[in-house]
């Protein structure tokens, strides 16, 4: 019953707040790109896991958001993602939700995995794969791919990672425009950072991606089950 409580607060909260505009309406062949790189950049997010961490079940939520604004609007977009682990090494992680934002109903859907290596009592490195889908947006659709590798770091205080990694995506277009291509794709590599403390059963998390066109700052939630 916790855990079901926790889930449904926890995604209730993150996803009745966020703001974008995904929307093409007026925009030039570099401004729909704009859309698309930042679109794909936020869903490159993957979750902050322990690679020492035994817990089968992990939740995260948070919230994401860039520094400047994007065509006269300052993003705010929701995280969430579940892992499961299935080996000592090995988690799998999805993105399965919806949010309203404007005109759009977006619908991200995903799935990967992390993979932690190094000595055996202490695994500080890991390494993450994974593709997510946009959908849901009346002018595009779009795929995210993204691979990253991150060094962890113990403190008495937090635990932090330093990181970096590169995403890949692929837009198709559904707006009738001579200035917008049918297919925009792009590429992009990033610096992150992120550092977690435990509070009271939880796990609190803040962390920025370093990119030279856009900074994203994200700041979450993580619970652990099992």
């Not at 990967?112 to 889908?133: I, P």
């Not at 962890?152 to 205080?157: I, K, L, M, P, V």
Request: glycine residues 8%; hydrophobic residues 40%.
């Amino acid at each position: 019953m916790r855990f079901y409580l926790i889930t449904l607060v926890l995604a209730g909260v993150i996803l009745s707040a966020q703001q974008a505009n995904f929307r093409f309406d007026d925009l030039d062949r570099e401004a729909a790109r704009n859309i698309a790189f930042h679109s794909s950049y936020w869903l490159s997010n993957h979750p902050q896991l322990d690679p020492n961490d035994n817990h089968r079940l992990v939740i995260n939520g948070g919230f994401s958001f860039y520094f400047r604004k994007i065509h006269g609007t300052r993003w705010v977009l929701p995280d969430l993602d579940i892992a499961v682990r299935i080996t000592r090494n090995l988690s799998l992680t999805a993105k399965l939700y919806g949010f309203q934002v404007d005109k759009d109903a977006p619908q991200v859907i995903g799935s990967g995995f992390q993979y932690y290596f190094g000595n055996e009592d202490n695994k500080a490195w890991v390494t993450s794969f994974q593709r997510v889908d946009l959908k849901g947006i009346a002018h595009f659709r779009l795929t995210s791919i993204t691979m990253n590798v991150q060094k962890w770091f113990s403190g008495s205080f937090l635990n932090y990672s330093i990181g970096a990694g590169a995403n890949i995506f692929r837009e198709r277009s559904y707006y009738h425009s001579t200035e917008i291509p049918g297919r925009i794709e792009g590429e992009s590599k990033y610096f992150d950072l992120d550092a977690i403390i435990p509070f009271k059963g939880f796990r609190l998390g803040a962390g920025i991606k370093i990119h030279p066109e856009s900074q994203l700052f994200r700041t979450y939630i993580m619970k652990d089950f099992f």
